[in-house]
């Protein structure tokens, strides 16, 4: 019986087909197809698993065994990290104390494609004794997995991309593109803004690309800004101790007259060049930014303007001041 059962898979395989791509492309094909499947089938369920979770005080706990455990990692990750506190308990720690970890304020997401898992007995027990919402994530209608589960989301039948039919490849895409949709989904509940996924990121490229200018700026005694009835002399001495080449001419109320840079002195160079007061050699207005702007944009505009430093302000008022060295070093590009 066991001969039979190798000729039977073997027969199953297009051993003419030996080409890699096309093999590949095979994959790819199926587990797209897959995914068309799942989008169609989202109803209801999909919504009330969003109401479950928004609903919580506590967390979302997610557990699988296996190649569904990997999955479950990477589900807890995201949402962690798109603002749904979440965490990943192993099954089988889980069964030798981590259930401790889980309170009557979670939710819990279970993975299992077969609905059987033998390891997540003591969860989904441990879930009912204590009412936590389960939400299971199967793809067999009737499973244990379903019928324990608060909620049940269901998989479509689509077959494994393996030749076998035995590896899971199809099923674990599928439940890592649907945790990737309640991530979302719960993203965009909760109007999750740039702002909140740069706190979330703070580290990496990302995290980079999200650095605001308030982030970066010097401000207060650092400030190089003087009153436009002051003569130059003492201008250049506020120049030379802020130390950014360039100094901002401000009203009474501290919105900017003027800038006065290297370029600026060089123009007005002359013998009586130190009696004259900085408004004279400013030149009016200034480029500056909001705290609020991204540190990216304020080096893009430097590039384009051809300029090393930016003011910031805020309210009408200078509050700071960004040098392209101050984004170089964060590694802002």
Known sequence: MTTNAAVDLSS????????????????LAIEAQALTDLAASLAAEFVEALDIISAIGGRVVISGMGKSGHVGNKIAATLASTGTPSFFVHPGEASHGDLGMIT?????????NSGE????????????????????????????????????????????????????TTSTTLMLSLGDALAVALLERRNFSPTDFQTFHPGGKLGLKLLKVRDLMHSGDQLPTAPGIIDMAEALLVITEKRFGCLAVVDQHGAV?????????????????????????????????GPDTLASEVVALMNAKSITNIFVVDAGRVVGIVHIHDCLRAGVV
């Open 257 to 289: 007259e003027g800038v006065i840079t290297d370029g600026d002195i060089r123009r007005h160079m002359g013998p009586d060049f130190l009696s004259l007061q900085a408004k004279d050699v400013m030149t009016a207005g200034a480029q500056t930014v």
């Open 12 to 27: 199953a395989i297009d051993l003419t087909d030996n080409d890699d791509l096309t093999s590949a492309r095979k994959v």
């Open 117 to 168: 898992t033998t390891e997540l007995a003591d969860l989904v027990a441990y879930c009912k004794r204590f009412e936590i919402p389960l939400i299971g994530m199967t793809s067999r209608r009737g499973s244990t997995l379903h019928a324990a589960s608060t909620l049940s989301l269901i998989l479509p039948d689509a077959p494994e991309a393996c030749p076998l039919g035995l590896a899971p």
């Open 104 to 112: 009557k304020e979670d939710a819990v997401l279970a993975l299992s």
